[in-house]
C-alpha cells in the first residue's frame, strides 16, 4: 500500500498538518509521501497540474492511500476517479465547490484577475504573498464535482466552524454517495485542534486497509 498526502492551497509539505500526519506514519513503520504540489511555480498551479503530478506518483503494482487537505482533498477525489489502484480516500476539509465558494468573496478583485491576469494570493507556507495565473480559474471551471462517482471508500473530516469552505459543501457531497462518511468537528479550516481526533478514526481503517491487502 502506497501512501500519499495532499497539502492544501498555497501550502506545502511543510505545513503541521503534513508533518503530524508524516510523523504518525512513521510511528507505524511506514511512509507517507508528502509531493510538494507548488513545484517551484505557484504562479502557473492548476487543479489539472495537482492531479497529473500526483498520478505519475502512482505505481501501477501497487494500491493507494490518499490524504488530501482541502485543495489537495479536491484533487485527492479526481486522482481517485480517474486511477483505479486508488483503495482508500481521507478528506480534510476537502474543497468541493472550490470556485463557487472562493470566487465571489474576490469581489471586483476577480474582475482585475481577468484583465490582467494575475493575483497576488498569500503562501501560508512562505509567509509571504505570490501571484497566481488567471488559468487557475479557468481549469477550474472545466472541473464538475458532480462527475466524481467512483465508488471509493471516502472518509471526510470536515469542521463546523469553517469559514473558507464551508461544511455545507462536504455535505452536498455525501449526498448520494453511500460509499461517503462524514464527521463534522468543532474546529475551523484548519482542523489543528482536532488532528488527534482524526488520526484516532483514521488509523483503524489504515490497519483495516493493510490486513486486507497482506
Known amino acids: 500500500m502506497q501512501y500519499i498526502y495532499l497539502h492544501g492551497f498555497a501550502s506545502s509539505?511543510?505545513?503541521s498538518k503534513a508533518q503530524y500526519f508524516s510523523d504518525r506514519f512513521r510511528e507505524l513503520g511506514l511512509s507517507l509521501l508528502t509531493p510538494d504540489l507548488n513545484q517551484g511555480d505557484f504562479f502557473h498551479l492548476s487543479l489539472s497540474r495537482q492531479i497529473q503530478q500526483v498520478i505519475s506518483l502512482l505505481r501501477q503494482d501497487?494500491?493507494?492511500?490518499?490524504i488530501g487537505s482541502s485543495f489537495g482533498g479536491l484533487t485527492a477525489a479526481w486522482v481517485a476517479q480517474r486511477c483505479p489502484q486508488v483503495k482508500q480516500l481521507f478528506l480534510l476539509a476537502p474543497a468541493f465547490e472550490f470556485a463557487a465558494q472562493w470566487l465571489p468573496r474576490l469581489g471586483s478583485q476577480l474582475h482585475q484577475w481577468q484583465r490582467t491576469g494575475s493575483l497576488a494570493v498569500y503562501h501560508y507556507t512562505e509567509q509571504r504573498w505570490l501571484p497566481?495565473?488567471?488559468?487557475?480559474?479557468?481549469?477550474l471551471q472545466t472541473y464538475d464535482d458532480a462527475a466524481l462517482q467512483r465508488p471509493v471508500p471516502t472518509l471526510i473530516f470536515h469542521g463546523t466552524a469553517d469559514d473558507v469552505i464551508s461544511v455545507a459543501?462536504?455535505?452536498h457531497?455525501?449526498?448520494?454517495?453511500?460509499?461517503?462518511?462524514r464527521v463534522e468537528l468543532d474546529s475551523d479550516h484548519t482542523l489543528t485542534n482536532a488532528q488527534e481526533a482524526i488520526w484516532g478514526m483514521m488509523y483503524p481503517l489504515i490497519y483495516q486497509q493493510l490486513q486486507v491487502v497482506s
Open 169 to 171: 459543501a462536504s455535505r
Open 13 to 15: 509539505p511543510r505545513s
Open 62 to 66: 501497487e494500491l493507494v492511500t490518499l
Open 132 to 139: 497566481l495565473s488567471y488559468g487557475f480559474v479557468e481549469d
Open 173 to 181: 457531497y455525501n449526498e448520494g454517495r453511500p460509499w461517503v462518511s
